[in-house]
């Protein structure tokens, strides 16, 4: 898919008007987040790392003409937290467990995440998040989210995977280090579902004063993400 035609599918599916899509896209590239050269033809096809961008600057909260610059500025956001939720687990056994990890100094990163690499970065990570969504069945992306006040601005990214327990118990070991609260993950290799919400935050005041937030759903980013990376 070229840049053209990502630009007609995401105003579409957005129900957002083609002139913001292209006007935001045409500062996004400027600003090397979206591949350019050549034309019709020529022109390179989109990856996701484009799609990230695209999503991202449909949520960014600038004028279009400034949506290149806002989301060099989102690049400066680092991963606040992650929390998992076992969504299939009963009453009894822990009323839905969450697992949480906002301690400051021991981050955690969410699944298939490298967050001291490519995705320590929002556009990173929603780059590889899409990327994975493209290739698993079981991956069900709910939302992605921006949100800003006076005080700063974060971006969320929240989804639903396919875990086993063992899978969980061991990651939460590997990551904390901390074998003591293992208890609080049923064994076995029985596969359930999970829902992932990853943050990351940029705490610095804003000009604009407003709370205010813009969400992107999962059905017309899955659709975009099979027309796009098909």
Same mark, same amino acid.
């Given at each position: ?13 957005? !129900?957002?008007?083609?002139s ?27 990856? /996701?790392? $484009? ?8 949520v ?19 991963i ?5 939720t ?27 995440? $490298? ?28 939302y992605?989210?921006?949100?800003? $006040? ?12 396919n875990?086993?327990?063992?899978? /969980?118990?061991? /990651?939460? !070991? ?11 993950f049923?064994e076995? $290799?029985?596969?359930?579902?999970w ?22 759903? !999962? ?9 796009a990376?098909?």
């Amino acid at each position: 898919m070229k840049l053209s035609e990502l630009i007609e599918v995401t105003a579409a599916e957005l !129900g957002m008007k083609a002139s913001e899509v292209n006007t935001r896209a045409r500062f996004m590239r400027q600003a090397g987040l979206l591949r350019s050269g050549g034309r019709g033809k020529g022109a390179p096809d989109m990856e /996701a790392s $484009d799609l990230s961008a695209m999503l991202l600057g449909m949520v960014s909260m600038s004028e279009p003409t400034n949506t290149g610059a806002d989301l060099a500025e989102l690049e400066r956001a680092v991963i606040f937290g992650c929390e998992w939720t076992d969504l299939e687990l009963t009453e009894e056994s822990f009323e839905n467990l969450r697992v949480s990890f906002r301690n400051k100094h021991r981050l955690a990163p969410p699944p298939f995440f $490298d967050t001291e690499g490519a995705e320590k970065a929002p556009l990173g990570a929603l780059s590889k998040l899409l990327s994975v969504a493209a290739a698993r069945d079981d991956l069900e992306i709910q939302y992605i989210e921006q949100r800003m $006040d006076r005080e700063g601005r974060a971006v969320e990214f929240v989804w639903l995977q396919n875990w086993t327990h063992n899978e /969980a118990r061991k /990651a939460y !070991g590997d990551w904390t280090r901390d074998r003591t609260d293992l208890w609080q993950f049923p064994e076995g $290799d029985e596969e359930t579902r999970w829902e992932i919400v990853v943050e990351y935050s940029l705490v610095e005041p804003q000009r604009d004063q407003r709370q205010r937030e813009l969400r992107i759903p !999962g059905p017309p980013i899955h659709r975009i993400v099979r027309e796009a990376l098909a």
